[in-house]
C-alpha cells in the first residue's frame, strides 16, 4: 500500500506517520509538506511545497496511490467564517480533487473533529465548516471517503503539538488519560490509535463513512 499524507508535521499527522512506517503492508509514504523536516526513513519521501491549494507544480508525483490521510486542520479561535473556511473547506477539498483526478481508486480518510455538524446549519463556526468539508468530500469520486471525528487526543512516542497553550494543556493531561479512557472511554483517543485506525480502515473499510471516536478506538487494534 502506498500513502499519500498531508499534515505529516502536526500532531495527528506525525502519529499517522508513525503508524505507516512500522505498518509492513505499508510500501512508501509521501509526506506533503511546507519545510522538509521530516526524519530519514526508507519507506518515507518528503515533496516540499508551499502552497498546497494548487497542486498544479507537482501533480506528477502524487498518481499511484492507495491512499490519502489528510491530517491538515488550524484552530477555529480567534478566525472569522470566512478564513477558517478557506483554510478548512477550500484548501481540502481543493487536495481532494486534485487527488481524485489523479487516483480515482484512492480511499481518502479526512481528520475531521467530534462535534461536527453534517447540516452546515448549527451555531458552531467551526462545526459548520467542517460539516461542509465533509458533505463536500462525499461526493468525490474516490473508492472510499471516510471522516474521522476524533475527540480528545492524547499524544504519545514523544508526539508533541505545535499549538503552545494546547501543548500546555496535553502536558498538564498526560497523567490523568488513564482515568479519562476507564471512565469515558467514547471521548478519548490516541494518536497512535488515529494511525492504526485510519490503516485499518483503508485496509478493511468500514460501514459507514462517519467514524466517531467510539469507532477509531474500536478500528484501532
Not at 497542486?55 to 492507495?66: H, K, M, N, Q, V
Not at 480511499?107 to 458533505?135: H, L, Q
Amino acid at each position: 500500500m502506498k500513502v499519500v499524507l498531508f499534515g505529516a508535521t502536526g500532531m495527528v499527522g506525525q502519529g499517522a506517520l508513525r503508524e505507516c512506517l512500522l505498518d509492513p503492508d505499508v510500501e512508501s509514504v509521501l509526506a506533503v509538506v511546507r519545510n522538509a523536516s521530516l526524519p530519514e526513513h526508507d519507506k518515507l519521501r518528503e515533496v516540499v511545497h508551499q502552497d498546497v491549494s494548487d497542486l498544479a507544480a507537482i501533480e506528477d508525483r502524487l498518481s499511484g496511490y492507495d491512499a490519502c490521510f489528510f491530517c491538515l486542520g488550524v484552530s477555529s479561535v480567534g478566525m472569522k467564517e470566512e478564513a477558517y473556511q478557506r483554510v478548512t473547506y477550500d484548501l481540502t477539498v481543493s487536495v481532494a480533487k486534485t487527488l481524485a483526478k489523479l487516483n480515482p481508486t484512492m480511499t481518502f480518510i479526512y481528520v475531521s473533529g467530534a462535534g461536527t455538524d453534517s447540516t452546515e446549519r448549527g451555531r458552531s463556526m467551526w462545526a459548520r465548516v467542517k460539516g461542509r468539508t465533509e458533505n463536500a468530500l462525499l461526493q468525490m469520486p474516490f473508492k472510499a471517503v471516510f471522516l474521522f471525528r476524533p475527540a480528545y487526543i492524547q499524544p504519545l512516542h514523544g508526539i508533541r503539538t505545535k499549538t503552545r497553550w494546547y501543548g500546555a494543556a496535553y502536558a498538564l493531561m498526560r497523567p490523568l488519560y488513564p482515568l479519562w479512557k476507564m471512565l469515558f472511554p467514547n471521548y478519548v483517543t490516541t494518536t497512535e490509535c488515529l494511525g492504526r485506525a485510519m490503516l485499518s480502515v483503508t485496509k478493511r473499510g468500514f460501514p459507514r463513512p462517519v467514524l466517531e471516536n467510539r469507532d477509531i478506538n474500536r478500528m484501532c487494534g
